[in-house]
């Protein structure tokens, strides 16, 4: 059974920063590549980023470009998103997923909440 | 800016059929998109349903296709069920490594 479970999430300040883990078992995690999306409360899902699958290429939003650096232990079967510069546009929900068929999504995790408020 | 567009709201009857639509904001969607779709309820993770247009994923009841209707990606939903009432987004893969969610669609079944 594949299972993907965030943590990491909480509440910071804005300007602060945050780590983002996704420990991933049930699948050859380093076959895959994997990715973030965000939920702001009561909005739809964002994409956020994404990871090859050894880690040799990253993908980026235009809004998290240079504040969010996407990272991923093969070895330890982890997905990590380190958050800087946080913004209070930042507070979402945010979902780890691995690739699924075809240039889609696959499974979801339970997400973990971000808060970024004052 | 690329805009994925989808109806922000739909309802149907118990035993109905409904089509949700996604499209671009320019242009049209077709098959080189890789439309997917996937079904969120209120406080749940999202569950992926279709991907690469019409393919259902592992455990989707077949009562869920997806086609391309005209410019447009669709999903259907055939005979719904009062658990079928859900958000529903759309996903076109835009090349480089890079996705577009639509606005997702609120489906009431009554």
């Known amino acids: 059974e594949v299972q993907l479970v965030e943590s990491g999430g909480g509440l910071v300040q804005p300007g602060g920063s945050l780590r983002l883990s996704c420990s991933a078992s049930?699948?050859?995690?380093?076959?895959?590549?994997m990715h973030w999306v965000r939920q702001a409360p009561g909005k739809g899902l964002e994409y956020v980023s994404g990871i090859s699958s050894n880690g040799g290429s990253t993908y980026y939003t235009d809004s998290v470009k240079g504040r969010f650096t996407i990272s991923r232990d093969n070895s330890r079967t982890t997905l990590h998103l380190q958050m800087s510069s946080l913004r209070a546009e930042d507070t979402a929900v945010y979902y780890c997923v691995n690739r699924g068929g075809s240039n889609s999504f696959g499974y979801w995790g339970q997400g973990t909440l971000v808060t970024v408020s004052s | 800016q690329t805009v994925v567009t989808q109806e922000p709201s739909f309802s149907v009857s118990p035993g109905g059929t409904v089509t949700l639509t996604c499209g671009l904001s320019s242009g049209s969607v077709s098959t080189d998109y890789y439309p997917s779709w996937y079904q969120q309820t209120p406080g749940q993770a999202p569950r992926t349903l279709i991907y690469s247009t019409n393919i259902r994923s592992s455990g989707v009841p077949d009562r869920f296709s997806g086609s391309i209707l005209g410019n447009k990606a669709a999903l259907t939903i055939t005979g719904a069920q009062a658990d079928d009432e859900s958000d529903y987004y759309c996903?076109?893969?835009?090349?480089?490594?890079?996705?577009?969610f639509g606005g997702g669609t609120k489906l009431t079944v009554l």
């Open positions: 049930g699948f050859t995690f380093s076959s895959y590549s």
């Open positions: 996903v076109l893969y835009m090349g480089s490594g890079t996705w577009v």
